[in-house]
């Protein structure tokens, strides 16, 4: 396991497997979780040096762009959920972090989709963000070490 991008992949899924457990039991993201996902990452960022600085400023752009975006729907989009995005761009870099949230939108939506037409939702009911994120990085991953191509 002496792989950088080996090790981001472990911290991050580490780190969205609490926050998706807090997001559906809490309807939270713990602050201290946060933190100490960030200064991990920015340990590993110091460390290894595998990804270039501006590669990992627009990762953190992705995150802090959400949370303005948060910022201004009056939470519309949760903080905790940009923040989260914020953290997965920290350790995993620009690429990574635009391919998981657009792929978490997509997701959602089509939960969205399903929650209002099979189980009668409201067009406004809050589905937890977070477990998208969590479904979208397993698939990313899941390309990255090539499972899926495997399969095919």
Do not use: W
């Not at 998981?100 to 067009?123: E, N, Q, T």
Request: proline share 3%; with cysteine; glycine share 8%.
């Amino acid at each position: 396991m002496n792989d950088p991008m080996t090790i981001r992949y472990a911290l991050i899924l580490v780190f969205l497997i609490i926050c998706t457990i807090s997001d559906i039991v809490k309807r939270r993201v713990y602050f201290a979780v946060l933190v100490l996902s960030a200064l991990i990452s920015l340990s590993i960022d110091l460390i290894f040096q595998d990804i270039s600085l501006l590669v990992i400023i627009g990762g953190v752009a992705i995150g802090l762009t959400l949370l303005g975006i948060s910022f201004a729907s009056r939470e519309k989009i949760g903080m905790g959920d940009a923040f989260v995005i914020t953290v997965c761009g920290l350790c995993l870099g620009f690429a990574p972090t635009v391919s998981i949230l657009i792929m978490s939108i997509f997701i959602a939506g089509f939960a969205g989709m399903i929650a209002m037409f099979f189980l009668h939702k409201p067009k406004d009911y809050g589905l937890p963000f977070i477990p998208f994120v969590l479904g979208a990085f397993a698939i990313y991953v899941s390309f990255s070490f090539g499972f899926i191509e495997r399969l095919i």
